[in-house]
């Protein structure tokens, strides 16, 4: 980016900040209110399948796992109002969810949706708003986003989510952002308690996140495209298990969100965009894939993955030699390791350096190099 074109961005999001400190004030004043009104969006619906396995269709496992969630929470929170953007299948276009959310004066926005990838892919992701950190973000993103091809005039009513726009938007609901993050951890946290595979917290430029204002998340709950996952989402028993996981972390995180102290942020245990390389993380096509890591502690006692000494980081173990091996991201190439390497001896782990597995056995570092250039 030039100086000029710089300059602009800078003076652009610095008046965008300006211009929305009061209502960051007034954001703060409704945190403290409590939580009175959820709206849950299952995604799609009639003319808008979503993504589809053999046997389902995303509208049809949002729609169910959404309805399931709701009934959880009216069950356990009768003064609560529960209010969805659709209870059958029906499309509703995506600025009339979020205006759902906004003309009900919402406390919380849940947008339920589930994932399509290489058959290989597998796992459940939380979103909140903001820029896309890969170029597999961006995709799912831009795949929820084409909702609107079955919506008349979105030309005229969307706006390009320039990264400006963004940015611009997280400033004006910074509380509700931070917010969104902490029911987001709170969900990954539930999901890896039931037994599924953990893709973290995660930011996109989703139109239905960016048009709400109160804290909203969005939920990938899995890829159809995958068999098994495909199984797993389209059985009552489990939706129902995934509406239940949802509800878990609704519930801590109304604690949080009505307690008086707010200035302790939750560490999960869940992954964040930080050192993830989308590719290496999926391994979709070949399980023995040469990946590296950084192994930043080794002990002889077994430590939690959720030891404070690990920053809240997302943490791997492995054993050896009769000890516990502890190390940090996952990377297909050497170069992105080598940097995260220099990140954590600057974050304290001053004796961290890069492990290279295949699978889940450990080989020689120069062996893997050689075998990924090959």
């Known amino acids: 980016m030039n100086t000029k ?22 954001q703060m004043d409704a945190a403290l209110r409590g939580i009175h009104t959820v709206v849950i969006d299952p995604g799609h619906g009639g003319q808008d399948p979503g993504c589809h396995g053999k046997h389902s269709k995303e509208k049809e496992v949002t729609l169910a796992i959404g309805l399931k969630l709701g009934k959880f929470i009216e069950k356990h929170f009768p003064d609560i109002k529960v209010i969805y953007t659709r209870t059958t299948d029906v499309f509703i276009e995506l600025d009339e969810r979020a205006a759902i959310a906004n003309r009900n004066n919402a406390d919380l926005f849940i947008c339920i949706h589930a994932n399509a990838g290489p058959s290989k892919a597998f796992g459940a992701e939380t979103y909140v708003l903001g820029l896309h950190k890969t170029e597999a973000q961006r995709e799912i993103a831009e795949r929820e986003n084409s909702a609107i091809e079955f919506e008349a005039n979105s030309d005229e009513k969307y706006e390009k989510l320039s990264a400006d726009a963004i940015i611009a938007r997280q400033l004006q609901l910074s509380v509700f952002l931070n917010h969104s993050i902490e029911f987001a951890a709170r969900i990954q946290d539930e ?30 709950t899995g890829f159809l495209t995958n068999v098994e996952e495909e199984n797993f989402l389209r059985d009552t028993a489990n939706q129902t298990k ?14 949080y969100y009505e307690s008086a102290d707010q200035s302790t942020t939750f560490e999960s245990s869940a992954p964040p965009d930080y050192g993830m390389n989308e590719e290496a993380l999926e391994l979709d096509e070949n399980r023995d894939k040469i990946v590296f890591r950084v192994q930043i502690a080794t002990t002889s006692d077994l430590l939690s993955l959720n030891d404070p000494r690990f920053l809240g980081m997302p943490v791997w173990k492995y054993e050896g030699n009769g ?15 080598k940097e995260l390497k220099a990140e954590m001896r600057r974050k304290g782990f001053e004796n961290a350096f890069v492990v290279a597995f ?17």
Not at 5 to 26: G, P, V
Not at 212 to 217: E, I, L
Not at 242 to 255: H, L, N
Request: proline content about 1%; glycine content about 6%.
């Open 242 to 255: 995934m509406a239940g996981s949802i509800f878990t972390a609704f519930e801590k995180y109304k604690m």
């Open 358 to 374: 295949q699978g889940e056995q450990r080989i020689n570092i120069e062996k893997a190099i050689n075998l990924t250039k090959k």
């Open 191 to 220: 999901f890896v308690s039931l037994g599924r595979a953990n893709r973290g917290v995660r930011q996109a430029g989703f139109l239905v996140l960016y048009k709400t204002t109160m804290p909203s998340v969005l939920i990938e």
């Open 5 to 26: 074109a710089y300059n602009i961005s800078k003076r652009f999001i610095l008046c965008c900040f300006m211009f929305f400190s009061q209502n960051a004030f007034n």
């Open 323 to 337: 000890l516990h091996k502890y190390t940090v991201g996952l990377y297909d190439n050497v170069e992105e390791a």
